[in-house]
């Protein structure tokens, strides 16, 4: 059972959204981003964005890449990365830099990768002074893996929400030692948009529909969470 630290239950608001094709729920990803980022630097003069890992945020991200957006304006950060060296395909910083990143002029400075190579402890350390500073997250994507998992949080472990960047042991997928932004952190956020495609989410999706506690429910902003879903039957 998933054990909650540091933070009173809160119930998930969440607004569900399905969509025909793939191409369809990219588009509607990108305009939701493009949207915010918007509001964001019309309203406070800057975005800041947590991107997610997987094959569908990478569509996305491919789609921005070709975007005319006003890049000196946006922050990246990233929900969470895996512990290996910087340029293994693994990544997902390197993912997010080879598809989208790379290709616009957002300001080095502002690009905040996990420095996962150092190690899930000293990573966490740094990742977590890294966000000291920074206000509320203006968008979090997030994406669902077939057991519930959201960023590195998995099912059946201790939720750490002692930082805003944790260090994470013992994933039950590979490679074991994980750095997640936290539970806590990641509720911290105006808006928060999951990406859940492909058939094999059907279980995870049934479960957070029938209100059983799974760590995609353990996201709780205040505005809610909106649940873009391709190939699953909601």
């Not at 395909?89 to 957002?106: F, G, Q």
């Amino acid at each position: 059972m998933m054990q909650n630290t540091n933070q009173e239950n809160t119930k998930q608001i969440s607004r569900w959204h399905t969509f025909q094709t793939q191409d369809e729920i990219n588009q509607a990803a990108l305009n939701r981003i493009l949207a915010a980022a918007q509001q964001a630097i019309s309203e406070r003069g800057s975005f800041s964005i947590v991107l997610a890992g997987g094959s569908t945020p990478k569509s996305v991200y491919a789609l921005l890449k070709d975007v005319d957006a006003d890049w000196s304006k946006w922050h990246i950060f990233h929900n969470d990365d895996r512990c290996l060296p910087v340029n293994d395909v693994e990544r997902n910083s390197l993912m997010a830099r080879t598809a989208w990143l790379d290709h616009v002029a957002i300001p080095a400075y502002q690009i905040h990768d996990i420095p996962a190579e150092l190690g899930n402890v000293e990573g966490a350390k740094a990742y977590a002074n890294t966000l000291a500073g920074v206000p509320i997250f203006d968008l979090v994507l997030l994406g669902l893996g077939e057991d519930g998992h959201t960023a590195s949080l998995f099912p059946g472990q201790l939720v750490d929400n002692s930082a805003d960047a944790v260090p994470v042991f013992d994933a039950p997928k590979p490679p074991a030692n994980r750095i997640t932004i936290s539970q806590q952190r990641l509720s911290n956020a105006r808006e928060v948009l999951f990406l859940v495609t492909g058939a094999g989410k059907q279980d995870a999706v049934n479960d957070w529909r029938n209100g059983v506690s799974i760590p995609a429910t353990l996201i709780t902003p205040k505005n809610g969470v909106d649940v873009y879903c391709y190939g699953v039957n909601i």
